[in-house]
């Protein structure tokens, strides 16, 4: 058992707690969602693997491939600026962030993750486009293989499904104006 086995939603549980309130909002995500992507050329094996998975779950749930935006980087340290340009040009709806920073010898990792992370970070709460984290933050190259494998266990997959619910989530919430 892994720790998101024992930390996942058992089934029907979510449908009980929604019972239990007076208004639920929520949405499916739509294939009509305009997706922009941020990907970092550094540990680019790794970041073109979560590309292809963040296609998959587009195209999962409909999106055009001919739709989505991508826009390259030299690296994760520089994921939030291009991030930031993208959601506030008007013309997306979600962007992701696709990289991979593996923990080396020195504390590098420390500074380029904890930065990269607060800045995505920054990107959604100013602008209020969802902005989702799919950079890696692994300690070494297999795990990072593993989490950018085939299926819908691959991170970029996640981040797919992730960016589209959270569009269409904060598309029906109240005081949002989309």
Same mark, same amino acid.
């Given at each position: 058992?892994?720790?998101?086995?024992?930390?996942?939603?058992?089934? *029907?549980?979510?449908?009980? !707690?929604?019972?239990?309130? &007076?208004?639920?909002?929520?949405?499916?995500?739509t294939?009509?969602?305009?997706?922009?992507?941020?990907?970092?050329?550094? $540990?680019g094996?790794?970041?073109?693997? !979560?590309?292809? &998975?963040?296609?998959?779950?587009?195209?999962?749930?409909?999106v055009?491939?001919?739709?989505?935006?991508?826009?390259?980087?030299?690296?994760?340290?520089?994921?939030?600026?291009?991030?930031?340009?993208?959601?506030?040009?008007?013309?997306?709806?979600?962007?992701?962030?696709l990289?991979?920073?593996?923990?080396?010898?020195?504390?590098?990792?420390?500074?380029?993750?904890?930065?990269?992370?607060?800045?995505?970070?920054r990107?959604?709460?100013?602008? *209020? /486009?969802?902005?989702?984290? &799919?950079?890696?933050?692994?300690?070494?190259?297999?795990?990072?293989?593993?989490?950018? *494998?085939?299926?819908?266990? $691959?991170?970029?997959?996640?981040?797919? /499904?992730?960016?589209?619910?959270m569009?269409?989530?904060?598309?029906?919430?109240? &005081?949002?104006?989309?």
């Open positions: 058992m892994t720790s998101s086995d024992a930390t996942a939603l058992r089934p *029907g549980e979510l449908a009980a !707690l929604d019972a239990a309130v &007076g208004r639920v909002v929520g949405a499916e995500p294939a009509t969602t305009r997706v922009a992507v941020v990907c970092a050329k550094f $540990n094996g790794i970041t073109a693997r !979560l590309l292809r &998975g963040l296609l998959a779950g587009l195209h999962a749930h409909g055009d491939p001919a739709t989505v935006l991508a826009a390259w980087v030299p690296g994760a340290f520089e994921l939030p600026l291009a991030a930031s340009h993208l959601a506030r040009s008007g013309a997306v709806d979600a962007v992701v962030a990289g991979a920073v593996i923990r080396g010898d020195t504390a590098h990792f420390d500074f380029v993750a904890g930065q990269c992370a607060a800045g995505l970070q990107v959604g709460l100013d602008t *209020g /486009v969802p902005v989702v984290f &799919g950079v890696l933050t692994t300690d070494t190259v297999e795990q990072a293989l593993e989490r950018a *494998g085939e299926g819908q266990d $691959n991170k970029g997959f996640e981040a797919a /499904v992730t960016a589209l619910e569009a269409a989530l904060l598309g029906r919430l109240p &005081g949002t104006g989309r």
